[in-house]
């Protein structure tokens, strides 16, 4: 039996680099992707957690975050979609004035 | 046993190096592919865990339908001159040495209890139906959160169509 | 030889063996269904269709592979390239994946997952991803343009084939082929006429999926060169041929499997036995259809034309009673041979059947615009499909709680879906034709 531990440390390798590609990455693109990795990581926590209670709440749990995952992303590329269409730019550097 | 072990390493592995890549590619495309790869491995990660109802809903949802909505808003707003500038941003290093800090504390607090969680194996297995126990848990005990994911999903669908339509 | 193999990788080693024959016969029983394709259309345009290549032109697939595979491989300068290596392999890839989910008997499938359906579902939806990447990595407008199509296509279609699927699963109670198959067996009907609409719904959806004519707009001829198809030539187009053809047998699989029974023979619950045997009548039904087919055969041998032909049309026949008489010989052979051979007889037949359809309205139907394509999928077939999960679910809950028959509930059902359908139809004015010359006349 793989020992509990593994599967703690890969969903928290996973979720460092996905903090990493947000905070340092200028492509909103990116960024969102990053943030679909940090909600896997957490995701892989979760089944790890239900197999060792043998419970299925933390599946449970585990959909309702791919919910919530695909309608953040449905509306955050909408944002972007928007602001591609105003600022002619996807790099977030660049898109730091409300008004010109 | 061996199997199990091989199985988790190779999973684990392709998740991490599919996971670093896709943060430092400089195509955005590439970092898709990447994306996806990482979730595949993920997906394959929950069905070791038997969890064979996530295992696929992660393949049919997030790979099947957010990634290609991301494949396709890419392609919509992809520039070729991005390609040429910059890919990191000015707070890289102190950025990066934040997370990695973060991570390291979180990683002293698992090495200081590692070894007190243990899988009980065969002794108390998962229920044998997997997917009627899933359904059977949304369906009675979450119904009130599956509800507000379903009026949730509802609201983003229309302020997606909102939001990306043209001003006529 | 289970003291040659050693225990452990014993559970690994049949499907790991039906793996490798499906792998290994399916480019070949591709390229016949390629064939088959047009001779069936030349039939139906009252010609002859490839008739050079060997007799009868039964060497033209072999022919067109041989070819396909000496041509030269153009890869654009510009494109992507390990994308543009990449996209075939993947619709491949996920296209033979769908197939091992796929039970062509009794205990002829590579896996009986637990959540098999939605396994091939899962592997139909990540062939998308083959497509999109194609059309990007060409690095060419036209090849994006029906890249992006295409997969909106898919998508859009994908929704309401699960929507129709979900009609028949109510019924069946399980995602696992064989107790869907099983489901059937029980109840004794088959869940095409359970629930017609599923079964139309999915019909209709499954062409889109697979991009077949009516809804062949992104890799037409005629239209937007060949979508995403265009940049690719030579063994690379010759992958993803396969993969489309692969994917109407998966998506044949999927129906049979779900609306047409399986493996199991019409009538499976009936039992009469000849006199004091115990071999069932509709157990020879088969080998008279093989028969048949060699009666005709023979039938036709003299009115051939050339020599070659004759002796073609005399082998053909002499395979069809040897098939008949294999049908016929494994009644007498163990239970387990019988139901195995008579069950792949039976998928087999209705999958052929099926994609004969398929076939059919390739040939019979105008195809549709894009614009039209998205609207008959998200302004009909969804809602429809919508309303068909509810009738059926309602339908199943007055079966139980007033104890009439399932088949009678359900057959009660079909009429307010049936009036949402004419509904629907009707009610979309955008969709029907003569709305631009309405618009001009200055209204």
Request: proline residues 4%; neutral net charge.
């Given at each position: 039996?793989?020992?509990?531990?593994?599967?703690?440390?890969?969903?928290?390798?996973?979720?460092?680099?996905?903090?990493?590609?947000?905070?340092?990455?200028?492509?909103?693109?990116?960024?969102?992707?990053s943030?679909?990795?940090?909600?896997?990581?957490?995701?892989?926590?979760?089944?790890?957690?239900?197999?060792?209670?043998?419970?299925?709440?933390?599946?449970?749990?585990?959909?309702?975050?791919?919910?919530?995952a695909?309608?953040?992303?449905?509306?955050?590329?909408?944002?972007?979609?928007?602001?591609?269409?105003?600022r002619?730019?996807?790099?977030?550097?660049?898109?730091?004035m409300?008004?010109? | 046993?061996?199997?199990?072990?091989?199985?988790?390493?190779?999973?684990?592995?392709?998740?991490?190096?599919?996971?670093?890549?896709m943060?430092?590619?400089?195509?955005?495309?590439?970092?898709?592919?990447?994306?996806?790869?990482?979730?595949?491995?993920?997906?394959?990660?929950?069905?070791?865990?038997?969890?064979?109802?996530?295992?696929?809903?992660?393949?049919?949802?997030?790979?099947?339908?957010?990634?290609?909505?991301?494949v396709?808003?890419?392609?919509?707003?992809?520039?070729?001159?991005?390609?040429?500038?910059?890919?990191?941003?000015?707070?890289?290093?102190?950025?990066?040495?934040?997370?990695?800090?973060?991570?390291?504390?979180?990683?002293?607090?698992?090495?200081?209890?590692?070894?007190?969680?243990?899988?009980?194996?065969?002794?108390?297995?998962?229920?044998?139906?997997?997917?009627?126990?899933?359904?059977?848990?949304?369906?009675?005990?979450?119904?009130?959160?599956?509800?507000?994911?379903?009026?949730?999903?509802?609201?983003?669908?229309?302020?997606?169509?909102?939001?990306?339509?043209?001003?006529? | 030889?289970?003291?040659?193999?050693?225990?452990?990788?014993?559970?690994?080693?049949?499907?790991?063996?039906?793996?490798?024959?499906?792998v290994?016969?399916?480019?070949?029983?591709?390229?016949?269904?390629?064939?088959?394709?047009?001779?069936?259309?030349?039939?139906?345009?009252?010609?002859?269709?490839?008739?050079?290549?060997?007799?009868?032109?039964?060497?033209?697939?072999?022919?067109?592979?041989?070819?396909?595979?000496?041509?030269?491989?153009?890869?654009?300068?510009?494109?992507?390239?390990?994308?543009?290596?990449f996209?075939?392999?993947?619709?491949?890839?996920?296209?033979?994946?769908?197939?091992?989910?796929l039970?062509?008997?009794?205990?002829?499938?590579?896996?009986?997952?637990?959540?098999?359906?939605?396994?091939?579902?899962?592997?139909?939806?990540?062939?998308?991803?083959?497509?999109?990447?194609?059309?990007?990595?060409?690095?060419?407008?036209?090849?994006?343009?029906?890249?992006?199509?295409?997969?909106?296509?898919?998508?859009?279609?994908?929704?309401?084939?699960?929507?129709?699927?979900?009609?028949?699963?109510?019924?069946?109670?399980?995602?696992?082929?064989?107790?869907?198959?099983?489901?059937?067996?029980d109840?004794?009907?088959?869940?095409?006429?359970?629930?017609?609409?599923?079964?139309?719904i999915?019909?209709?959806?499954?062409?889109?999926?697979?991009?077949?004519?009516?809804?062949?707009?992104?890799?037409?001829?005629?239209?937007?060169?060949?979508?995403?198809?265009?940049?690719?030539?030579?063994?690379?187009?010759?992958?993803?041929?396969?993969?489309?053809?692969?994917?109407?047998?998966?998506?044949?699989?999927?129906?049979?499997?779900?609306?047409?029974?399986?493996?199991?023979?019409?009538?499976a619950?009936?039992?009469?036995?000849?006199?004091?045997?115990?071999?069932?009548f509709?157990?020879?039904?088969?080998?008279?259809?093989?028969?048949?087919?060699?009666?005709?055969?023979f039938?036709?041998?003299?009115?051939?034309?050339?020599?070659?032909?004759?002796l073609?049309?005399?082998?053909?026949?002499?395979?069809?009673?040897?098939?008949?008489?294999?049908?016929?010989?494994?009644?007498?052979?163990?239970?387990?041979?019988?139901?195995?051979?008579?069950?792949?007889?039976?998928?087999?037949?209705?999958?052929?059947?099926?994609?004969?359809?398929?076939?059919?309205?390739?040939?019979?139907?105008?195809?549709?615009?894009?614009?039209?394509?998205?609207?008959?999928?998200?302004?009909?077939?969804?809602?429809?499909?919508?309303?068909?999960?509810?009738?059926?679910?309602?339908?199943?809950?007055?079966?139980?709680?007033?104890?009439?028959?399932?088949?009678?509930?359900?057959?009660?059902?079909?009429?307010?879906?049936?009036?949402?359908?004419?509904?629907?139809?009707?009610?979309?004015?955008?969709?029907?034709?003569?709305?631009e010359?309405?618009a001009?006349?200055?209204?």
């Amino acid at each position: 039996m793989i020992p509990v531990d593994l599967y703690l440390f890969l969903s928290l390798a996973l979720f460092i680099i996905g903090v990493i590609g947000v905070l340092t990455r200028r492509n909103v693109i990116v960024i969102l992707m990053s943030i679909e990795l940090i909600l896997n990581a957490v995701n892989i926590n979760l089944i790890a957690f239900s197999r060792m209670w043998s419970s299925v709440d933390g599946q449970v749990f585990a959909i309702f975050i791919i919910t919530d995952a695909a309608a953040e992303a449905v509306v955050g590329l909408g944002i972007i979609l928007a602001l591609f269409r105003n600022r002619e730019t996807v790099l977030a550097d660049e898109m730091d004035m409300l008004k010109w | 046993m061996l199997l199990n072990s091989i199985l988790f390493d190779f999973l684990a592995g392709l998740a991490v190096v599919s996971a670093i890549l896709m943060v430092t590619r400089r195509n955005v495309v590439h970092s898709a592919v990447f994306l996806i790869g990482t979730l595949v491995a993920t997906a394959g990660i929950f069905l070791q865990l038997q969890a064979e109802f996530l295992f696929v809903v992660q393949i049919i949802l997030y790979v099947g339908g957010i990634m290609v909505l991301f494949v396709f808003v890419i392609m919509l707003v992809n520039l070729d001159v991005t390609l040429r500038f910059p890919q990191f941003n000015r707070q890289k290093f102190v950025a990066g040495a934040l997370a990695i800090a973060l991570g390291g504390q979180v990683f002293a607090a698992y090495w200081i209890g590692h070894g007190a969680l243990h899988f009980k194996g065969s002794s108390s297995p998962m229920p044998a139906k997997n997917t009627e126990a899933v359904g059977q848990a949304l369906f009675q005990h979450y119904m009130l959160p599956f509800e507000i994911a379903s009026i949730l999903l509802l609201v983003a669908m229309i302020g997606a169509v909102v939001m990306a339509k043209r001003r006529v | 030889m289970g003291h040659l193999i050693p225990q452990s990788i014993m559970p690994y080693v049949l499907p790991t063996f039906y793996g490798i024959i499906i792998v290994l016969l399916l480019p070949l029983v591709s390229g016949y269904i390629v064939l088959v394709e047009r001779k069936i259309m030349a039939d139906m345009q009252v010609r002859l269709g490839p008739m050079r290549v060997g007799p009868h032109g039964l060497l033209q697939p072999i022919a067109d592979a041989l070819k396909l595979l000496i041509k030269e491989d153009i890869i654009p300068t510009s494109a992507d390239q390990l994308l543009f290596w990449f996209a075939p392999v993947v619709t491949v890839t996920m296209a033979m994946i769908a197939l091992s989910g796929l039970p062509f008997g009794p205990a002829f499938q590579v896996a009986d997952l637990n959540v098999g359906l939605l396994f091939i579902l899962a592997a139909s939806s990540l062939g998308i991803y083959g497509i999109v990447l194609g059309g990007w990595a060409s690095n060419s407008h036209y090849s994006l343009l029906g890249a992006l199509r295409s997969a909106a296509q898919l998508v859009s279609y994908e929704t309401a084939a699960g929507l129709g699927l979900i009609s028949a699963l109510l019924l069946a109670g399980s995602l696992s082929m064989k107790s869907i198959v099983q489901a059937q067996n029980d109840q004794g009907v088959w869940f095409a006429f359970f629930v017609p609409f599923g079964f139309f719904i999915y019909f209709v959806a499954s062409i889109a999926e697979t991009n077949r004519a009516p809804f062949d707009l992104p890799e037409a001829e005629s239209e937007l060169v060949a979508g995403y198809m265009t940049e690719y030539s030579g063994f690379r187009w010759a992958l993803y041929f396969l993969a489309e053809y692969t994917n109407m047998i998966v998506v044949a699989g999927i129906a049979t499997t779900l609306f047409l029974g399986g493996w199991l023979r019409p009538f499976a619950r009936e039992h009469s036995y000849f006199p004091g045997t115990s071999i069932e009548f509709l157990d020879l039904l088969p080998a008279l259809i093989f028969l048949a087919i060699a009666g005709y055969c023979f039938w036709r041998t003299p009115r051939q034309p050339v020599y070659v032909q004759k002796l073609v049309m005399a082998a053909v026949g002499a395979l069809c009673v040897l098939l008949a008489g294999t049908m016929a010989g494994s009644l007498f052979a163990p239970e387990a041979v019988r139901l195995g051979i008579h069950g792949a007889f039976w998928f087999i037949a209705k999958v052929g059947a099926y994609i004969y359809c398929f076939l059919w309205v390739r040939f019979t139907f105008p195809r549709y615009r894009f614009d039209q394509l998205m609207r008959l999928g998200w302004r009909f077939l969804i809602p429809l499909a919508l309303v068909n999960v509810v009738g059926v679910g309602v339908g199943i809950v007055i079966s139980q709680t007033w104890g009439l028959s399932p088949f009678f509930s359900q057959m009660v059902m079909c009429v307010p879906t049936l009036g949402a359908a004419f509904w629907l139809a009707a009610s979309d004015k955008e969709g029907q034709s003569g709305t631009e010359v309405r618009a001009a006349d200055g209204e």
